[in-house]
């Protein structure tokens, strides 16, 4: 046949629960309990508390730039609840505060790593999840790499990996993508496309009407999103995790949603966007919807609501003690876990530095002595 | 003549090749509406448009390549990466790509690109945000690679590395970017590359160093004894290496330390005390002294300062090196 | 509305001149004339014998690692034949060889940078083609970027960029497709989707059922053809080139076709494939079916086909001494196009490495003199 | 004990270490049923199967990415680069992400992984499959950098390296692949990473040299007068380097050459020179004299041997420095 079709595709968009509070009671069927929504809504609240108070410190020179989560809690929520704690892993970027706090990171290692200490990367043993990333678009392949290794060991385990609609763009993310595809790892791919990589709009990112067809490329399973729809984004992810966990292999979603702050503490968004963009995408907030959809259901009220911020704001000025009480680390920490057995010439700038010489000619620091000429 | 920080004399130096030279485009994250992260581009998309000042996907190697196109084609792209930490993605394209794509035509296609990186620590910066790379692209081969520490220099510098028919990476320290300013000639000028300057004559000792250790350089030579004279050179240019103005001053010190913010061990220290070594063996009266970076990753900010060579470490260096 | 389709997409295969050399007359329609089928057959049995040639030089030990084009010389020439000679650019990997050649590359240059020759590589002035790549998936930016200055200087002039299944792979090959969609530059990517990465099948490469679809991640017109047809080749490059000339953007073409010979002339294919594969593709061979439609048409018969390869080994054995019998290059010549100005330390390299010395320290050299101690 | 090439000698290692331990998976480019295109990996794909022995895509970021995924997942990934030319587009994920995560995450994540990547040049190969860059990953910082010269080195460091529980790039120069054969015992042993080998015991002058260019050295020696007496140094591992043994020669002989493949500039040579001098200030008794390829990007093949470090380039070198 000289013409014929050789492949055909759609993409589909879900939304489960509106922004005005309204539930699709059949998509919605066999997903959240009363509790679980009670549960999450907590969890939000306390992690926009966590961002406004990170956002304070940072203004008063307290800690270094942060890069608000505000506007896309209910994709981190509903996508991390889908994940076995202790069980899964998540490897995420850096605005997924809240579902790294429910898959049991202690909230101040967040700030300990935004205030410029590598102890907030040192993920307590048993919480599976890789430290937030810096560097964009490249975490998404070790994101697949420990997906394979669950693989190859047979463990019914998933990973979730977050990352921005910026980082599609980066040559990482298509690897990862492919690799996960080749080798049917178990992996989830969750892009917040929050519509903006710093200044950067969507349109100017790509020339697709949707990131979730990036997936096809691979024939990966694939979809879009409400993102600021906590029934949606966990539904989504339930059916990958469930998919990846029985062997069918990756998954890709696009949770459309909307970063409400600046780009970080660094960043001016208004020098970029129009006003009017950032207030239409008030009106869709995850956080004013659960709790609209909370109070229809009775499960909600102002008293509660006050209870909750009180013990939001106790949970996280602890944590910012937490991370303002400890000690200042020594200089020796960025020498020893540079290699599991220290080389003798990082033994000698570290105890050369310690003596405060200048830590790198020996014979200086009087531990090696240069014998006389024979 | 202008007072202006380094930022303001980049942004000057854009400013006027562009219009002087409509080949000039320049391309990077961030960097037109916005002006980028550190606002060296500010005003120049109002002024070009988004043709000339373009908002590039999220993709350093894209940037590297596709620019490597756009010179083979005889245009004049000047990419910015946001961060030198970046430069990851777009190592391939650079080195392997740029740096050779002269010489493996024998001259057919060449490259006239001028890549700008922010660089260096000090400004309680995330991760990858305040490394230096610089000996990496000078081992690399093919490449040019300045790096200023002043506005007047950097304005200079930057014209002849976008005229240049080859192609240059632009080291700017961020920790100078708005510490001071400076008189800067509204006149177009150029600094040659591969020129070192001689910022405070000496006759007991030779510090060599570039980038934003220069002023750390300067501070720790206040603190010396009214007596010691020292020959303070900022390199500006890493490559090609103005050595003869390094050892000339050997020659007359016999002793000298080099300051580097980059990890020691392979580091350019050790490329300079060779070079130094071998042209200076007679005259020298002490082993040449390094003061860098340590073997170690960049540490995050809290422990930046005790990374960096600091004053307080390079006055060490320079007392050590006098009483060996 | 909760769920709806917000993504659609197919892909056409299309072939015009099928194994036995029948032609659908209606897709043919002003396609190629009888003159220029029978010159693209021309060049095709020219191209075949350096091929063959080739293999043999290296066989003797007369050239280095080669990699044979024989098989999927119709992708080359029906789509090098939609370029405009001296006007729009060639941006190749290294199983073109008929397109260079049509498109002006004189041909001991391809054999001369085989031979490890860097004058292979230096095109002349006027063919608008860059040299041979021998990394994988990293050219493909620069089509894109030279593209990108025609547009920005508003030339009506396009870029065609070939590259294997296996580049597709490579993260610069996606970053290569975003910034063309991105910036709807004239670029036509065509892959020439040989089944094979050295000794990977495409199947192991990628879970999609066709490379075509990888341009829908960048909502970039697509579609796949048969590799061996040089109508359908020329037929969707000469659409893509149309299209973007006039300013329609970029376009993807999957070439379907096979790799005849080994990978290289260092691989041997026998160790991962299977011969009755390689048989049943030697049946699809471009150039058989050419002939056949040419015959078909009157337009060939046995003696012109003595003719022309006698032509052709004339031409090929021209072309082996041009290769051979250039000068040795010097040693300059590695220094000398480092720079447009040779910086001061190469000139000292190259001088002394001239008079025999080590080349790098300039005292031993004698070129600057060790005062003596002050 | 069988009489092994490199090739074999780097086989059995991987044999053996599969056998003991079923967290080491290799993967990379053609490495299955093909057995890698330099035959290093023939037969393990029959012998432990396509989960351990795994065909990847073509894209060495995705290679090094994954591994580093499988590293922190406590597999022991044994990834190969075909050749040192494509290790730029994995440079990001092996610096920034392999060479970083134990520190960054004080010790919370390890990468014991092992990056076998063949390199050098002088086999007549196409452009980039020809160079040295082994200076780039000991800069890099968090990497450790092998490079055997011989079949028992090989077998024994790739073992180590292998059980190391942090990132080691182990490069095997292609033109020593199969140039000779040497005893390998059949048993499991481990040559500990960072120590060099005296190749051969000499006073008058110390070579310091690694990987294929200890052949040439021998071969320049040969051509010496029969009373020079030379100390060849194979250093093995390049980071962490055994300077002390470096140190220890020179101050025996007071000379020392340095004999490497990559550019001279800013490469080892510089390093090992600059802490020569430190150390050996006072023993010196000529400038140390480094020997390698030009500030150029290495040549086509028909020119590959000029630019290399041959042995009469080498004898030169020994001699000019004897005669200071
Ligand atoms: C490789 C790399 N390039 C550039 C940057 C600088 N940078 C930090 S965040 C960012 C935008 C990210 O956008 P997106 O992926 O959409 O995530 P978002 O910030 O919107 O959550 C950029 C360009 C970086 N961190 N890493
Ligand atoms: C970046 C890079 N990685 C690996 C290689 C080694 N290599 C050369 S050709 C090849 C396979 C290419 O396959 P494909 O793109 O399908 O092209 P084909 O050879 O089939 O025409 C590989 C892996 C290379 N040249 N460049
Ligand atoms: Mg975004
Ligand atoms: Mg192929």
Same mark, same amino acid.
């Given at each position: 046949?000289?013409?014929?079709?050789?492949?055909?595709?759609?993409?589909?968009?879900?939304?489960?629960?509106?922004?005005?509070?309204?539930?699709?009671?059949?998509?919605?069927?066999?997903?959240?309990?009363?509790?679980?929504?009670?549960?999450?809504?907590?969890?939000?609240?306390?992690?926009?508390?966590?961002?406004?108070?990170?956002?304070?410190?940072?203004?008063?020179?307290?800690?270094?730039?942060?890069?608000?989560?505000?506007?896309?809690?209910?994709?981190?929520?509903?996508?991390?609840?889908?994940?076995?704690?202790?069980?899964?892993?998540?490897?995420?970027?850096?605005?997924?505060?809240?579902?790294?706090?429910?898959?049991?990171?202690?909230?101040?290692?967040?700030?300990?790593?935004?205030?410029?200490?590598?102890?907030?990367?040192?993920?307590?043993?048993?919480?599976?999840?890789?430290?937030?990333?810096?560097?964009?678009?490249?975490?998404?392949?070790?994101?697949?790499?420990?997906?394979?290794?669950?693989?190859?060991?047979?463990?019914?385990?998933?990973?979730?990996?977050?990352?921005?609609?910026?980082?599609?763009?980066?040559?990482?993310?298509?690897?990862?993508?492919?690799?996960?595809?080749?080798?049917?790892?178990?992996?989830?791919?969750?892009?917040?496309?929050?519509?903006?990589?710093?200044?950067?709009?969507?349109?100017?990112?790509?020339?697709?009407?949707?990131?979730?067809?990036?997936?096809?490329?691979?024939?990966?399973?694939?979809?879009?999103?409400?993102?600021?729809?906590?029934?949606?984004?966990?539904?989504?992810?339930?059916?990958?995790?469930?998919?990846?966990?029985?062997?069918?292999?990756?998954?890709?979603?696009?949770?459309?949603?909307?970063?409400?702050?600046?780009?970080?503490?660094?960043?001016?968004?208004?020098?970029?966007?129009?006003?009017?963009?950032?207030?239409?995408?008030?009106?869709?907030?995850?956080?004013?919807?659960?709790?609209?959809?909370?109070?229809?259901?009775?499960?909600?009220?102002?008293?509660?609501?006050?209870?909750?911020?009180?013990?939001?704001?106790?949970?996280?000025?602890?944590?910012?003690?937490?991370?303002?009480?400890?000690?200042?680390?020594?200089?020796?920490?960025?020498?020893?876990?540079?290699?599991?057995?220290?080389?003798?010439?990082?033994?000698?700038?570290?105890?050369?530095?310690?003596?405060?010489?200048?830590?790198?000619?020996?014979?200086?620091?009087?531990?090696?002595?240069?014998?006389?000429?024979? | 003549?202008?007072?202006?920080?380094?930022?303001?004399?980049?942004?000057?130096?854009?400013?006027?090749?562009?219009?002087?030279?409509?080949?000039?485009?320049?391309?990077?994250?961030?960097?037109?509406?916005?002006?980028?992260?550190?606002?060296?581009?500010?005003?120049?998309?109002?002024?070009?448009?988004?043709?000339?000042?373009?908002?590039?996907?999220?993709?350093?190697?894209?940037?590297? #390549?596709?620019? *490597?196109?756009?010179?083979? $084609?005889? @245009?004049?792209?000047? %990419? +910015?990466?946001?961060?030198?930490?970046?430069?990851?993605?777009?190592?391939?394209?650079?080195?392997?790509?740029?740096?050779?794509?002269?010489?493996?035509?024998?001259?057919?296609?060449?490259?006239?690109?001028?890549?700008?990186?922010?660089?260096?620590?000090?400004?309680?910066?995330?991760?990858?945000?305040?490394?230096?790379?610089?000996?990496?692209?000078?081992?690399?081969?093919?490449?040019?690679?300045?790096?200023?520490?002043?506005?007047?220099?950097?304005?200079?510098?930057?014209?002849?590395?976008?005229?240049?028919?080859?192609?240059?990476?632009?080291?700017?320290?961020?920790?100078?970017?708005?510490?001071?300013?400076?008189?800067?000639?509204?006149?177009?000028?150029?600094?040659?590359?591969?020129?070192?300057?001689?910022?405070?004559?000496?006759?007991?000792?030779?510090?060599?160093?570039? #980038?934003?250790? *220069?002023?750390?350089?300067? $501070?720790? @030579?206040?603190?010396? %004894? +009214?007596?010691?004279?020292?020959?303070?050179?900022?390199?500006?240019?890493?490559?090609?290496?103005?050595?003869?103005?390094?050892?000339?001053?050997?020659?007359?010190?016999?002793?000298?330390?080099?300051?580097?913010?980059?990890?020691?061990?392979?580091?350019?220290?050790?490329?300079?005390?060779?070079?130094?070594?071998?042209?200076?063996?007679?005259?020298?009266?002490?082993?040449?002294?390094?003061?860098?970076?340590?073997?170690?990753?960049?540490?995050?900010?809290?422990?930046?300062?005790?990374?960096?060579?600091?004053?307080?470490?390079?006055?060490?260096?320079?007392?050590?090196?006098?009483?060996?």
């Amino acid at each position: 046949m000289p013409r014929r079709t050789v492949y055909e595709a759609s993409i589909e968009y879900m939304q489960i629960l509106d922004e005005h509070g309204n539930l699709d009671e059949k998509l919605a069927k066999d997903t959240l309990s009363d509790d679980d929504v009670v549960y999450m809504y907590e969890h939000m609240v306390t992690c926009r508390q966590l961002d406004e108070i990170a956002f304070k410190l940072q203004r008063s020179g307290r800690m270094g730039t942060y890069p608000q989560n505000k506007g896309q809690e209910a994709a981190a929520i509903g996508s991390g609840f889908a994940a076995k704690k202790g069980e899964d892993w998540l490897v995420p970027c850096y605005r997924e505060n809240a579902a790294l706090y429910m898959h049991g990171l202690p909230m101040h290692y967040i700030l300990l790593h935004w205030m410029g200490d590598e102890r907030g990367n040192q993920i307590p043993d048993g919480v599976n999840i890789t430290p937030i990333s810096i560097p964009i678009g490249t975490h998404m392949l070790h994101a697949v790499g420990i997906a394979w290794a669950m693989k190859l060991r047979k463990e019914p385990r998933v990973v979730l990996t977050y990352f921005g609609d910026g980082s599609t763009s980066e040559g990482d993310f298509h690897e990862a993508m492919n690799f996960a595809s080749v080798f049917q790892t178990p992996t989830v791919f969750i892009c917040q496309n929050n519509q903006w990589a710093i200044s950067t709009p969507r349109e100017s990112q790509m020339n697709s009407e949707t990131v979730a067809q990036k997936a096809l490329a691979y024939g990966m399973p694939t979809c879009q999103i409400d993102g600021n729809d906590i029934f949606a984004a966990y539904k989504a992810t339930k059916e990958a995790t469930d998919r990846a966990r029985a062997g069918g292999g990756p998954s890709f979603i696009e949770m459309v949603t909307y970063r409400l702050g600046d780009h970080t503490t660094a960043d001016d968004a208004r020098r970029y966007r129009d006003q009017a963009e950032v207030d239409a995408w008030k009106e869709k907030d995850p956080i004013i919807r659960t709790r609209l959809y909370l109070e229809s259901r009775g499960l909600w009220d102002d008293d509660r609501q006050i209870k909750l911020q009180d013990r939001a704001k106790t949970i996280v000025s602890e944590v910012v003690k937490a991370a303002e009480d400890i000690e200042k680390p020594g200089t020796d920490d960025f020498f020893d876990h540079m290699f599991a057995v220290l080389p003798e010439h990082l033994i000698r700038q570290r105890d050369t530095l310690r003596t405060s010489s200048i830590g790198q000619n020996p014979e200086q620091a009087g531990l090696r002595a240069t014998p006389a000429r024979v | 003549m202008a007072n202006l920080t380094l930022v303001q004399a980049i942004n000057l130096a854009l400013t006027q090749e562009m219009q002087h030279d409509d080949r000039v485009v320049l391309l990077g994250e961030d960097i037109s509406i916005n002006g980028g992260v550190f606002r060296v581009t500010e005003g120049l998309h109002e002024r070009f448009g988004s043709d000339r000042v373009i908002d590039t996907p999220l993709a350093e190697s894209g940037i590297m #390549g596709t620019s *490597v196109g756009l010179a083979i $084609a005889g @245009m004049r792209p000047v %990419p +910015e990466i946001q961060f030198e930490g970046f430069l990851g993605p777009a190592y391939d394209q650079l080195v392997n790509h740029a740096g050779r794509m002269r010489v493996r035509t024998r001259s057919a296609l060449t490259i006239p690109l001028t890549v700008r990186v922010p660089v260096g620590g000090g400004i309680h910066a995330p991760e990858l945000h305040s490394d230096s790379p610089e000996a990496i692209y000078t081992h690399s081969k093919g490449i040019k690679v300045v790096m200023p520490s002043t506005p007047y220099d950097a304005k200079g510098l930057l014209i002849s590395a976008i005229r240049d028919p080859d192609p240059v990476i632009f080291f700017e320290p961020k920790r100078v970017y708005r510490s001071f300013r400076e008189e800067v000639p509204e006149e177009e000028y150029t600094i040659e590359i591969g020129q070192a300057k001689v910022v405070n004559e000496g006759s007991d000792i030779t510090i060599v160093t570039w #980038g934003a250790p *220069v002023y750390q350089c300067l $501070a720790a @030579m206040d603190n010396l %004894p +009214e007596d010691v004279s020292v020959e303070l050179i900022d390199l500006r240019t890493i490559y090609p290496m103005d050595i003869d103005t390094v050892i000339q001053s050997v020659q007359k010190t016999g002793r000298c330390v080099i300051v580097h913010e980059a990890p020691l061990t392979a580091g350019l220290g050790a490329e300079i005390s060779s070079q130094i070594q071998e042209s200076c063996f007679l005259y020298l009266e002490a082993p040449v002294q390094r003061v860098a970076g340590f073997d170690t990753i960049m540490p995050y900010y809290k422990l930046e300062l005790s990374y960096l060579p600091e004053a307080p470490r390079i006055e060490k260096g320079i007392k050590e090196c006098l009483a060996y």
